[in-house]
């Protein structure tokens, strides 16, 4: 089982250049999430989406937008990076509900 | 709000003492899970424990919905046990239920 999967691993980019950040689960969960890790800051909320079409903002939703492409995908993009973006970014499902959730191996971004 | 704590920040052990690591949480929010982040930064599911206590090897935690707190012990720590561990519990956001974070506990643990 691959569980959920998260694309590129590590990324370098110029400030101003635009991506997008890649997350799949195999494990039919209605729920997906995109957090940011800073130092001493844990994983704070960037964006949700609570089943197929649908999504909402988190606790730190500037400069990113989202969509929830199909059931298994939920993308993160960047249109104009900042150096204040230079996080490690993840990835993560469940079902809807109160229940456990499950996490990608991160993307680790650098805004230079 | 969404309130989740963890104590202490930071931790230092030698191999083979045992320890105990505090997750504080508001009313607002249930469904405890315990996270272990290894050196190479990925987040591995130690627990899913509402409530009640779970066991897996050395590592168990107990979390008591009522009194709003969980507890991470680890026994017989080994280096391999040093990182990072979080909690996090559903706090409502709207009309779902969004993983929420505690800031963590730095472990480290010396030969």
């Known amino acids: 089982n691959a569980g959920v999967t998260q694309t590129p691993k590590f990324q370098v980019l110029k400030t101003g250049q635009s991506m997008t950040l890649q997350c799949a689960q195999d494990?039919?969960?209605?729920?997906m999430y995109w957090y940011r890790q800073d130092p001493g800051m844990g994983l704070r909320l960037i964006y949700y989406?609570?089943?197929?079409?649908?999504?909402d903002k988190g606790e730190v939703p500037n400069g990113y937008n989202v969509s929830r492409l199909n059931k298994r995908e939920f993308s993160l993009r960047l249109e104009s990076a900042a150096p204040s973006q230079t996080s490690v970014y993840f990835c993560?499902?469940?079902?809807?509900?109160?229940?456990?959730?499950?996490f990608g191996q991160g993307t680790r971004l650098t805004v230079v | 709000g969404i309130q989740v704590e963890q104590s202490p920040p930071d931790l230092i052990l030698q191999e083979g003492a045992n320890s105990t690591l505090r997750c504080n949480f508001s009313d607002s929010v249930n469904n405890l899970q315990w996270f272990h982040q290894n050196p190479w930064g990925q987040l591995i599911n130690l627990f899913y424990i509402p409530s009640g206590t779970k066991q897996n090897g050395r590592l168990s935690a107990t979390t008591v919905a009522t009194e709003r707190y969980s507890l991470l012990y680890i026994s017989s720590s080994q280096t391999t046990d040093s990182g990072v561990y979080f909690c996090?519990?559903?706090?409502?956001?709207?009309?779902?239920?969004?993983?929420?974070f505690g800031r963590g506990t730095s472990l480290i643990v010396h030969p």
């Open positions: 989406s609570a089943s197929e079409g649908t999504t």
């Open positions: 494990m039919n969960h209605n729920s």
């Open positions: 993560a499902s469940s079902e809807q509900g109160s229940t456990e959730a499950f």
């Open positions: 996090a519990g559903r706090g409502r956001s709207g009309g779902s239920y969004i993983p929420t």
